[in-house]
């Protein structure tokens, strides 16, 4: 590799990162707006024009605050788990196929289930290093639930690849191109985006973070920068996610601005679900995963499997 390739390669990287971090700014913005209309009120209106500057002087004050420690925390593991945790979610967005400069990873969908397992542990060591008990429940909690939902999610995934017999996520806007596998696999995009909430620790799926319960969950400890970095890695996730949905069940990658509502939509949908729905109790969220989920996914890639063995003979 020339070392213009290398150059190029590394400054996708950093457009790439920039215009993650800036969407999930905005992201913020969006869902503190769409909240604040579900619930009768505007929302962050005064800092610049309909509060459009609110997200960077939230990130001025989380930035600058006071940086705590807490004194029998495992000081380590306690700094460096956010900061791999953000790390990570900035990474999988590697996975995406470019024009230029980062190539077409023929496996990608397997480095994306890679990467979101390994998420699990950036949560067990910040609600462990914290040394705190409610920050360890918190995270044990959260790690339940991922695990639990990563199971049914990777089956739905499998259905949607068994389909195109590839791991490449150029495949699909190839196989998309007259009908959507929304259209052919609804009860499975269906599944897939309540699996999606689930993972990302969303509404009603947020017992990493129930407040009423757990005082904030496994990042009670964290404070200032190290709490932002918690913070960017959970909503590049759901951008991320959005994103994913749209290639695997809304017709592929594509330049069009088309692609990007898409996008923006499903992202929309996690706000508006947070907004009009309570908290699961945690016994029925482990039954839904469990006894509904699992059985539903496994049933449905039998019946593709049988479909597809019906066809090759």
Known sequence: MQFNEILILMLNMI?????????????TLMERKVLGYIQFRKGPNKVGIIGVVQPFSDAIKLFSKEFFIPLKSNYLY????????????????M?????????????????FLCCLSFGVYMVMLSGWSSNSNFAMLGAIRAIAQTISYEVSLIFLFLCV???ILCFNLMEFKFYQEYVSFWVLLMPIAMGVFVSMLAECNRTPFDFAEGESELVSGFNVE??????????????????????????KFWG???????FFVKVMFISF???????????????????????I????????LLLILMGLSLNWN
């Not at 592929?252 to 088309?258: E, K």
């Not at 989920?293 to 449905?300: C, D, G, Q, T, V």
């Open 222 to 247: 964290y404070v200032g920068s190290e709490f932002a970095f918690i913070f960017l890695s959970e909503y590049s996730m759901i951008l991320f996610m959005s994103l994913i949905f749209v290639i």
């Open 252 to 258: 592929g990658i594509s330049l069009m601005s088309l």
């Open 95 to 111: 996975i995406i196929p470019y024009l230029e400069g980062l190539n077409f990873l023929g496996l990608g969908v397997l480095l």
């Open 15 to 27: 457009i790439l990162m920039v215009g993650v971090l800036i969407s999930v700014a905005f992201l």
């Open 293 to 300: 989920y699992l059985p539903f996914s496994l049933n449905f």
């Open 78 to 93: 306690f700094l460096m788990s956010p900061i791999f945790s953000l790390s990570l979610s900035l990474f999988i967005w």
């Open 161 to 163: 690849i068994f389909l």
């Open 269 to 291: 949908l996690f706000i508006w679900v947070r907004g009009i729905l309570p908290r699961y109790r945690y016994d029925k969220l482990m039954f839904l995963t469990w006894k």
